[in-house]
């Protein structure tokens, strides 16, 4: 289960659910082509190359510090289950991407300010059974879940690889199988309303938003 009241806990060797929604219901994922700059965020600092912008600058990275086990994006919201090898790792991960992400919207779009409610919310997971639990939910987010181009879905059921999504840790954990993580996303399915109430009853009692924590410790 996430940890509450107790989540500005930033701890070594630790899974969190990350949590980012936009602004009075703003919409943050416009298209296709909004989506496919967030993923490509996520692929330069988390990815095994170091990559630099066109000054030469070398932007941070936290391949083999920080790995994302899942992740949806969805209209007005993202979710995304990392898990950190030392302390503060996943703070400066998404700080970096939301700072990129941000400028990359307001210039498209010709907007100005936050994009996002709060710099996004993180919720420690504490309980391994409860990590298999929350992949499912991520999953499930989308109507279309079987089909949505835009979660981690496809490197649990078909194979997908890419450097920067590390699935292992919970696929080892519990053993899946492809056709087995069917099953139990199928079964899940009939109770997904009451479950999505209960992660959102989590962030309301345990997530901390870091633009309140920004000078202090995250999470």
């Not at 879905?153 to 690889?161: D, E, I, K, R, S």
Request: glycine share 6%; with cysteine.
């Amino acid at each position: 289960m996430p940890k509450r009241n107790v989540i500005r806990q930033d701890l070594d060797n630790s899974f969190y659910h990350v949590y980012g929604r936009g602004s009075i219901g703003r919409t943050i994922f416009k298209d296709d082509q909004d989506k496919i700059f967030f993923l490509g965020l996520l692929e330069r600092y988390l990815g095994r190359k170091k990559l630099s912008n066109k000054h030469n600058v070398i932007y941070p990275n936290f391949y083999g510090e920080v790995e994302l086990c899942a992740y949806c994006l969805m209209g007005t919201h993202f979710h995304l289950l990392s898990w950190q090898l030392e302390s503060g790792l996943v703070s400066q991960l998404m700080k970096s991407v939301l700072v990129s992400y941000t400028a990359y919207y307001n210039k498209r779009y010709k907007v100005r300010g936050p994009l996002l409610e709060s710099r996004f919310l993180a919720s420690l997971i504490t309980e391994e059974s409860y990590l298999l639990h929350l992949t499912r939910y991520i999953h499930l987010n989308p109507e279309d879940y079987r089909d949505y181009l835009w979660s981690s879905l496809g490197f649990y059921v078909a194979g997908l690889q890419e450097d920067w999504v590390k699935p292992d840790k919970i696929i080892d954990m519990f053993s899946l199988k492809p056709d087995s993580y069917w099953d139990l996303l199928k079964d899940y399915e009939e109770d997904k309303k009451d479950e999505l109430n209960k992660v959102k009853s989590d962030f309301a009692d345990g997530g901390t938003s870091l633009r309140e924590e920004n000078s202090k410790k995250p999470f």
